[in-house]
């Protein structure tokens, strides 16, 4: 597979999901067995592309799948809430947008819709946001994380 921008593969990841919906819609009104059988079948193969191009790529530090989300949350640094957007999650760490300098060793907590607040290191920063790496994370939050992930490529 040739070496992707998180950009693009996030947009391929999207655009996928987008043909896997319309796919499962057009699933649901069909009556002829045979085609279900193949349309079901291509949804099979969409979600399995999904993952391996949401997979850590070669030379990419993040060790777990992570699923493309653009959820508008806040994390908590120094006693402030600041707002910011995570492009994306694994049961690892996140990648998150904000409009606020983070160092990397900042400790951090960020509040994750389905897990609440987590305990994140941050790892790197980049011109437009920073890499967490979750610290203490609870098993219920993990739970609920990798729950979300499984929902996001089954759905």
Known sequence: MPDLHP???KTLSEGLSSIQGQAERLLGKMSDDTSA????ELLHELAALRLLIDLPQDGDRR???REPRRDISIFRIDGKDVDCAIED???????????WPVKPDTEIELNIPEAGRVAARVVSSTENGVHVQFDDISDPQLI???NSMRAHYTK
């Open 89 to 99: 999650l694994s049961i690892g760490g996140a990648y998150i947008i904000a409009d």
């Open 7 to 9: 950009d693009q593969t």
């Open 37 to 40: 059988s193949q349309v079901a």
């Open 144 to 146: 609920a994380i990798a």
């Open 63 to 65: 060790r777990d799948l």
